[in-house]
């Protein structure tokens, strides 16, 4: 499977500032979906976007998605500590609920 | 939100030996699971999707007399490394969707450590 992009694929940052990951993919989509996987840990589901929306949010999370590009960010707001994470984006095709996984993005929060 | 569960979180075997892994919905009914690999510091990988009551359909590359997967029950599909090889150490994770539903769910994951 074609795997997308991510970038940047590590972050630092100190708390309470805001982080943005980006996520590219290359073929047509039915969602895109945004996962955090902490440390030799399984993966947390946060977000999906349809690939009719542009634009969803939840709590401190806000994602964007552009299909003419082929694109997505994540932005995490007001970042902590525990948001410490690699944090993915998942892409499915039309008629097909098999996920294809960006490289991630290692993200550090420093106290 | 749903749970997805997997035994064993870690198994450390020698070369050459088979090892199983377990993949359970715990509160909802998976007629399809899927199956990942992921290598240190890398993304996941998607070896395999589990088709309850039929044959898994296999990811290009992935060899399917070495990794056997069986998906028995709506709630259950395991995962069989055959003839493990150091090569074969790895995070493995599986998922399944709730019907009807994008959203998937992960399991915690299975280390697999071949000596």
């Known amino acids: 499977s074609q795997q997308g992009e991510e970038d940047p694929q590590a972050l630092s940052i100190q708390e309470g500032e805001n982080a943005t990951m980006n996520c590219s993919y290359k073929?047509?989509?039915?969602?895109l979906q945004w996962y955090r996987q902490n440390s030799g840990r399984g993966l947390v589901h946060l977000i999906l976007i349809r690939s009719n929306e542009r634009e969803k949010h939840s709590g401190r999370l806000r994602v964007t998605l552009d299909t003419s590009k082929k694109s997505s960010s994540l932005l995490i707001t007001a970042s902590r500590a525990a948001d410490t994470a690699s944090y993915f984006c998942a892409t499915d095709g039309k008629g097909a609920q098999k996920l294809v996984f960006g490289q991630g993005t290692r993200l550090t929060i420093n106290p | 939100g749903a749970v997805v569960s997997q035994h064993p979180s870690r198994v450390i075997c020698k070369s050459g030996t088979s090892v199983k892994i377990e993949c359970r919905s715990l509160?909802?009914?998976?007629?399809?699971m899927f199956w990942y690999r992921q290598f240190p510091k890398q993304s996941l990988m998607l070896m395999a999707t589990?088709?309850?009551?039929?044959?898994?359909?296999?990811e290009q590359g992935v060899e399917k007399d070495k990794f056997l997967i069986n998906h028995a029950s709506l709630t259950l599909s395991t995962l069989t490394v055959t003839s493990a090889h150091p090569e074969d150490s790895s995070f493995y994770i599986c998922?399944?969707?709730?019907?009807?539903?994008?959203?998937?769910?992960f399991g915690p994951g299975t280390r697999l450590t071949v000596l």
């Open positions: 073929t047509s989509i039915n969602n």
């Open positions: 998922s399944a969707p709730r019907t009807g539903e994008n959203e998937q769910f």
């Open positions: 589990s088709n309850e009551g039929s044959k898994a359909t296999y």
């Open positions: 509160d909802f009914q998976a007629t399809t």
